[in-house]
């Protein structure tokens, strides 16, 4: 069983970055594979980005493709989302995920893949 704690998160003005990061404890990072997801007031959260355990492959949603990048350090275990040219649609919390994997290096897009979640960092982007 692995434990994720968010941080990063804040208030932010259009056209900044940030780098979220999400720190797991009590299991082996480099098993699991990772995601990112956020949620937005008064919607269903969607997922964001995604990375095999070892970090060799990752898979971005079109809202944020191309503007950020997803990274995983199986030294530090920590997963971080770099994300740049915020706007105010950017604005909801994020969630990182993770997902047990063995004997493949595969990621996953969808919430019913991913059985364990942190507690999610306030992102607010203002105009």
């Known amino acids: 069983q692995v434990q994720l704690v968010e941080s990063g998160g804040g208030l932010m003005q259009a056209g900044d970055s940030l780098r979220l990061s999400c720190a797991a404890s009590g299991s082996t990072f480099s098993t699991y594979a990772m995601g990112w997801f956020r949620q937005a007031p008064g919607k269903e959260r969607e997922f964001l980005a995604a990375?095999?355990?070892?970090?060799?492959?990752?898979y971005y949603t079109n809202s944020i493709e191309g503007r950020s990048t997803i990274s995983k350090d199986n030294a530090k275990n920590t997963l971080y989302l770099q994300m740049n040219t915020l706007n105010p649609g950017d604005t909801a919390v994020y969630y990182c995920?993770?997902?047990?994997?063995?004997?493949?290096?595969?990621?996953?897009?969808?919430?019913?893949?991913?059985?364990?979640w942190g507690q999610g960092t306030r992102v607010t982007v203002s105009s």
């Open positions: 995920a993770a997902r047990s994997v063995v004997n493949s290096d595969w990621y996953a897009i969808t919430e019913g893949n991913y059985d364990y």
């Open positions: 990375i095999s355990r070892s970090g060799k492959f990752t």
